[in-house]
C-alpha cells in the first residue's frame, strides 16, 4: 500500500461536474473474500457456497485484481457511477485482530491500480464497527493521511472538487471519540489534513439507522447523513419475509429525513438481506423479483427528484446520490454482483432505470 500512496502524491486532482439530470449510483463495496482460510466462505470448517449456489460471483469469487478489472467493466457498462469501498483500521492488537484482516483494504489498492479505473470513480468508508474503531488521536491522524494519498487519485469521487468521504457508524464513532463534541473536533482534523495534504475541504458523511434523527449538534460536523443499511425488527422464523418490507423500512427512513434531518440525506437502498449463510439470528428476506428491484431503483429515483433534501449539497444544487447495498456482501444477500442465480438482473436493472438513456427520459 505505501508504494501505491507515494506514486498517487504526483498525481493532479480530477474534476467532475455533475448535471442536475443525472443521477449518482453508488454500491458499497466489501473486500472481505480471500482463499486463504480461514475466511467467510466457511462456517465452522463447512464451504456455506454448497448450500447456496446461487450466490456465487462468476466474475470472481475472491478479492484479486482480475476480479476488481472485470467487476469495473461490468458496473460502469450498467450506469454504476462508482464504488464506495468499506475500509478497516488495522489495529494489530492480538487480542482484538481478526485473522487474514489486512486482506480487508486491498479493493482500494485493486481498483487504484486497475487498468480499467478511469470507466468509474470509487470513494472510501471508514467502517469503524467494533473492533474496527480508532481510539486514539495519533492513530486518527495517521488514518486521515493514508485517506487523504488515496483522495489524490484521478478516479476518486469528488463534487465540487471536494473528495466524498463516509464514516460507517455516527453513534460509534462518538463512542470512540469520547462524545459529540471529540467527535466533531476529529472531523476538524480530517479537514485541516485532507487541505494541507492539497486535496481539498472534504464532503463528509456519516451513517444513521431508523428512529428518530440526530440532533443538529450531533450532524453539524458532517455534509450530509446516509445509511449502510437497516434491517426491520421483526423475529427470525423459518419462512423468508417479503423483499417489501425490507424496502418500506428504507424508504420510511427516507422520508423521515426528508423531512426531520438537520442535514441533507443520501436514500439507501438495499439489494437484499438474508444472512442466513453466516447463521446471523436476525431476520432473512426473499431477494427481489426482477419487477421488485425495478420497483425499488424507481422508488428512489423518485425521491431524489421530488425531494431536494434527500441530495448530496452542492454549490451548483443539489446533486442526486443513491448508495445501494450491496456490490458483494454474499454472506448477507445483499448482491448486485453478477452470480449463478440471478445473473446480471441487478444490473440491468440500474442501467434500465439509472443509465445515461434512462436518466434523460
Known amino acids: 500500500m505505501k508504494s501505491v500512496v ?31 482460510k480461514p475466511n467467510k466462505y466457511f462456517e465452522e470448517s463447512h464451504d456455506w ?32 457511477s462508482f464504488f464506495q469501498i468499506l475500509w478497516y483500521w488495522q489495529d494489530n492488537h492480538p487480542t482484538t485482530r481478526e485473522a487474514h484482516q489486512d486482506k480487508l483494504n486491498v479493493a482500494v489498492e485493486q481498483f487504484m491500480r486497475s487498468p480499467t479505473a478511469s470507466k468509474m470513480k470509487f470513494t472510501i468508508e471508514y467502517v469503524n464497527h467494533p473492533p474496527f474503531g480508532i481510539m486514539s488521536e495519533s492513530d486518527w491522524e495517521k488514518a486521515c493521511r493514508e485517506w487523504c494519498a488515496i483522495m489524490k487519485h484521478p478516479s476518486y469521487l469528488r463534487i465540487d472538487r471536494r473528495p466524498v468521504f463516509k464514516i460507517h457508524g455516527l453513534s460509534f464513532f462518538e463512542q470512540q471519540c469520547g462524545g459529540v463534541s471529540q467527535a466533531t473536533e476529529r472531523v476538524k482534523t480530517l479537514r485541516r489534513i485532507a487541505v494541507e495534504a492539497g486535496v481539498g475541504d472534504p464532503l463528509v458523511s456519516s ?11 450531533r450532524a453539524a460536523a458532517f455534509d450530509f447523513l446516509t445509511t ?12 423468508l419475509y417479503p423483499y417489501q418490507t ?79 447495498y450491496a456490490w458483494n456482501e454474499f454472506g448477507e444477500g445483499g448482491i448486485v454482483a453478477p452470480t449463478e442465480g440471478r445473473g446480471d ?17
Open 6 to 36: 507515494l506514486l498517487l502524491i504526483t498525481m493532479s486532482l480530477a474534476t467532475q461536474t455533475f448535471a442536475a439530470d443525472r443521477y449518482l449510483v453508488g454500491v458499497y463495496y466489501f473486500a472481505g473474500w480471500w482463499r486463504e
Open 49 to 80: 457456497r454448497l448450500d447456496y449456489p446461487e450466490r456465487r460471483a462468476t466474475l470472481g469469487a475472491y478479492n484479486e485484481q482480475a476480479t476488481m478489472d472485470r467487476e469495473i467493466d461490468a458496473a460502469s457498462s450498467h450506469g454504476v
Open 207 to 217: 451513517g444513521i439507522t431508523s428512529g428518530p434523527m440526530p440532533s443538529a449538534d
Open 228 to 239: 449502510y443499511m437497516d434491517v426491520p425488527n421483526v423475529p427470525r422464523r423459518a419462512e
Open 246 to 324: 425490507l424496502l418500506k423500512l428504507a424508504t420510511d427512513l427516507w422520508t423521515n429525513a426528508a423531512a426531520n434531518s438537520p442535514k441533507p440525506y443520501v436514500p439507501y437502498l438495499p439489494a437484499g438481506w438474508d444472512p442466513r449463510p453466516w447463521h446471523d439470528p436476525r431476520a432473512s428476506f426473499e431477494i427481489p423479483t426482477h419487477d421488485d428491484w425495478l420497483d425499488a431503483l424507481r422508488s428512489a429515483r423518485r425521491a431524489m427528484d421530488e425531494n431536494p433534501r434527500l441530495n448530496v449539497p452542492s454549490k451548483d444544487g443539489p446533486v442526486k446520490m443513491v448508495l445501494i
Open 345 to 361: 438482473m441487478m444490473l440491468e436493472g440500474i442501467r434500465d432505470v439509472f443509465g445515461e438513456d434512462a436518466a434523460r427520459r
